[in-house]
């Protein structure tokens, strides 16, 4: 069984986890990474606001409760500016915490696709890298609106 924490942009914070929670039951965006596998919702908190004070300290209590993943979710991809210390979270986890990071958690949705491909945001390789599991098809981009 694969254990995953999630942890959300906080200003995002009301967000009640609708698009994650449905992507990790229905396996998409990120969370096709599991089709084969069961998984269980091990924690799920926000990065405390910039400069992601809370990612100090969330996956400690994750790793308690037994998360081999954290998902750093989709919204500080998509959120106008994508989160500017994203990379430093995904460096940070491992080297603290021994815990894999993975970007993204539902499929992007396509209002926010087209946003972003006006505004040329994701088309460095490094943001095309990140970006690999929760690109989808348009078909899925939109079910995510």
């Not at 750093?72 to 940070?92: D, E, I, K, M, W």
């Not at 993204?104 to 970006?131: A, C, M, V």
Request: proline share 5%.
């Amino acid at each position: 069984m694969k254990k995953i924490g999630i942890i959300i942009c906080d200003r995002y914070h009301n967000c009640a986890g609708g698009k994650c929670l449905r992507a990790l039951r229905s396996r998409a965006g990120a969370f096709a990474l599991y089709k084969e596998e069961d998984v269980e919702l091990t924690g799920y908190t926000t990065c405390g606001g910039c400069p992601g004070g809370n990612i100090e300290y969330a996956p400690a209590e994750m790793k308690k409760n037994g998360t081999d993943v954290i998902h750093l979710a989709t919204g500080l991809v998509v959120g106008y500016p994508p989160c500017h210390r994203l990379q430093n979270f995904c460096s940070f986890i491992p080297a603290k915490y021994g815990l894999n990071v993975v970007v993204g958690t539902h499929p992007i949705p396509q209002n926010y696709f087209l946003t972003h491909q006006e505004l040329g945001t994701w088309q460095s390789d490094s943001w095309t890298k990140r970006i690999r599991h929760i690109l989808t098809d348009e078909e899925t981009r939109l079910a995510y609106d």
